[in-house]
């Protein structure tokens, strides 16, 4: 398959209403839209992402974030007949340096793995089919983000860009391992974050990111909700 760049959108949540030495936790719900074009076809899915977070801020302009979005496990998909199942997992550590003027410069590790059950039923010649296909992709990332106070709240967005390397293989009746390969990512997104209890702040965010390899495509948008609880 001809390799094709794409850029993308991805909201990367920072502390950007933490202060020196502050923990600050966040629990939430995304809805998003998987888009994978790979070398056998077309594949769409939507799905729902529970999120979880910790951040901790240092008294020097450092913050370091673990982030987690577990996705609901779905018993069908949008395009693909024989896919029985989906289930994604994204996992994000990053390290922010908070700089002049709202401005920061940031970077991490990210694990992303998601599985599509298949089932080919029984026909006149051949036996029914169960299997799954499991893509990993991990690697490394670096980007800026820009966060702007207004009178009740802060908007923020960023950019990045990703080394990634993907991992596919298939388990079940049919079983295969394929060596790795190395792809690129691109990201922006949208943060908008509001105080709304003591202690408590609403953060809203737009989430879209483009992962691109030689045997597949993925595009991952998605509009989520965050509680943020600063300890």
Known sequence: MKRVMLTAVVAVFLPITSSANDLTGRFGMSSATLTSLWSG????ADYNTTNYGLTYS???GYSIDYSARIGEDLNSTDNVDEASGFNRDDITITVNRALKDGYSAFGGFIDTEYTIDL???ATEVTQSIRFSETIEIDGYFIGGSRTIPFQSGFLGFSLAYADLDLTLSYAGDFSANFPDEGGDGFSFGLTY???VAENVILNVEYKNQVFAFDTTDDEVSGL????????
């Open 58 to 60: 240092f008294d020097n």
């Open 224 to 231: 989520g909700a965050n509680l943020v609880y600063m300890f």
């Open 119 to 121: 089932f080919y039923p």
């Open 193 to 195: 974050a509001q105080p």
């Open 41 to 44: 076809g077309s594949f769409d």
